[in-house]
């Protein structure tokens, strides 16, 4: 369920940055679609960051992600 909504956001035509919650209360930003690597089976991703760090997120420990607009964070999924 999430990999479909996660390729859906990655896609948007404008793209809009997201954030992805996980159940350990993590966050993750994701600042562009070219930040992150989809693992084929769509078990797990990779979201690297401006500062040359990588978070691996395992889209099954997913809660929720919030959708970036103009004035900030605000739609949630």
């Known amino acids: 369920m999430k990999i479909e909504r996660v ?5 948007a035509e404008p793209f809009r940055p997201f954030q992805i919650h ?9 600042h562009h679609m ?3 690597a989809l693992q084929p089976s769509g078990r797990e991703m990779i979201v690297y ?3 040359d760090t990588h978070q691996i997120v395992d889209l ?4 929720r992600l919030e ?3 103009k004035n900030g ?3 949630k999924h």
């Open 7 to 11: 390729r859906e956001l990655l896609h």
């Open 22 to 30: 996980t159940a350990d209360g993590g966050r993750v930003m994701v």
């Open 34 to 36: 070219d930040y992150v």
């Open 49 to 51: 960051q401006s500062n």
């Open 60 to 63: 099954m420990m997913v809660t």
């Open 67 to 69: 959708v970036g607009a």
């Open 73 to 75: 964070l605000k739609k």
